[in-house]
């Protein structure tokens, strides 16, 4: 098979489409031939040296994938050969075939193109473990989401919505903001124009967000919990600002607020699989009922993905970027 390997740390120049061995689904495993993936931003940062596979990972990036299942391995009840699926991975998206644990697995929902299935596992696992799981958004309270109109934001701000929460967005551009409007948010800062602590107590009369999730890490550390409600939660799921923050641990303690940071893809199969097992329970009937959507913005061919990499590092992208397997 053909896959997306990355000799060396680098540039988007350093994405290689080359003939690699097939992988072999082992007990609890299915061996899925892969329609499409997806690019995130840990893609990158494993392009440029800074986020190694966990052990036993495929050394390919790609943290999502969606396909056909092509082979059945050792143990495997529940799903058969030729089954559409999508399929959250701790690697080897960007390639044809992927081996994956059965837990992690999740069907297309209905009504739903297969293609675009394929931006749903690392988003949707992602927001629904931090927002729902973690921190434990409730009907009428206020989501802060950062990077609005990202992947992750764009799904955030769905979910959200749909269980009866207000939503305030952080972007760029007043067209990102626009994009995160039609998607139900309700609250649009401009990130580059305007102090969001400032925004958001404003237009929530003083109480701030009840819950936050934070991408940027250290950058927005102080603000970040400035800006939280009494009794507010802080999930931080990445560091696009920086690794090294200073807490004031007295404001923490004034508002008996939370903070907390995961990550998903070093999660162990059954922590991952009860993830996957919430999100079927909660999201799938949003989606196949309407009232969640996948936001896609464009499909380049797997082969390309280092022009995929280097467009969502210019940002410029509103939701998911798709990589589609020849």
Request: hydrophobic content about 45%; overall charge negative; glycine content about 12%.
């Amino acid at each position: 098979m053909y896959a997306i390997t990355i000799p060396e740390p680098g540039g988007p120049e350093t994405l290689v489409w080359t003939k690699v061995p097939d992988p072999v689904p082992g007990a609890g495993e299915v061996l899925v031939e892969v329609v499409a993936g997806a690019v995130n931003r840990a893609d990158i940062m494993q392009r440029q040296g800074f986020y190694d596979p966990p052990p036993g990972a495929s050394p390919y990036p790609g943290l999502e994938c969606s396909g056909r299942i092509a082979a059945l391995g050792p143990g495997v009840t529940g799903w058969a050969v030729g089954d559409e699926v999508c399929a959250l991975l701790a690697g080897g998206g960007y390639a044809e075939r992927v081996a994956v644990p059965v837990g992690q697995l999740l069907p297309v929902p209905e009504g739903l193109d297969l293609k675009r299935a394929a931006a749903l596992p690392e988003v949707v696992c992602t927001v629904w473990s931090n927002v729902f799981m973690v921190a434990h958004l409730r009907p009428g309270e206020t989501l802060l989401v950062h990077g609005g109109s990202s992947g992750i934001g764009t799904m955030a701000i769905q979910l959200a919505k749909a269980v009866g929460a207000r939503v305030a967005v952080t972007a760029g551009t007043k067209e990102k903001l626009e994009r995160c409007a039609e998607l139900g948010a309700d609250i649009l800062i401009n990130y580059r124009e305007q102090d969001f602590v400032a925004e958001l107590e404003q237009a929530t009369d003083g109480a701030g967000a009840d819950v936050i999730l934070d991408n940027m890490g250290a950058k927005y550390l102080d603000r970040n919990v400035r800006a939280l409600a009494v009794n507010g939660r802080l999930a931080i799921i990445g560091m696009q600002g920086g690794v090294k923050g200073e807490l004031n641990i007295g404001t923490l303690l004034g508002k008996r607020a939370a903070v907390s940071a995961t990550s998903l893809r070093a999660r162990p199969p059954a922590e991952k699989a009860a993830i996957v097992a919430a999100v079927r329970e909660h999201v799938w009937p949003l989606i196949e009922g309407g009232h969640v959507r996948p936001v896609v913005d464009r499909e380049i061919p797997m082969r390309d993905a280092a022009d995929a990499h280097r467009f969502v590092e210019s940002s410029g992208h509103v939701g998911k970027v798709l990589l589609i397997a020849p």
